[in-house]
Nanobody, 129 residues
């Protein structure tokens, strides 16, 4: 069974950087699309970024374009989210999600959680102004 564990969150000042990690165990991430979502207090969960397995295809939500970078390391069975120039509005719990996607059709400009079947427990990111 696929298990996902996020890490790397923390408290950072506005303009700072963090790198989140999503480490998988139980199953290799071959042919899995991975996405990062976030949920701020009082707000709905929103898709941040996704990455497919093969090409790989990547997409970003508009609020994070140019600041966040998603990547994956197959040898470590881990996906990363590098977050630069952080803003207070980036404050949220960040989750990684996985979906078996051998045809690479899930990671699109619309990052929706529907296709994803595995979730991590989340990691808190707090950006102070």
């Amino acid at each position: 069974q696929l298990q996902l564990v996020e890490s790397g969150g923390g408290l950072v000042q506005s303009g700072g950087s963090l790198r989140l990690s999503c480490e998988a165990s139980g199953i290799t991430l071959d042919y899995y699309t991975i996405a990062w979502f976030r949920q701020a207090p009082g707000k709905e969960r929103e898709g941040v970024s996704c990455v497919s397995y093969g090409a790989p295809v990547t997409h970003y939500a508009d609020p994070v374009k140019g600041r966040f970078t998603i990547s994956r390391n197959s040898a470590k069975n881990t996906v990363y989210l590098r977050m630069n120039n952080l803003k207070p509005e980036d404050t949220a719990v960040y989750y990684c999600l996985a979906a078996y996607d051998p045809y690479e059709g899930i990671c699109t400009t619309e990052i929706n959680e529907g296709p994803y079947t595995s979730w991590g427990q989340g990691t808190q990111v707090t950006v102070s102004s």
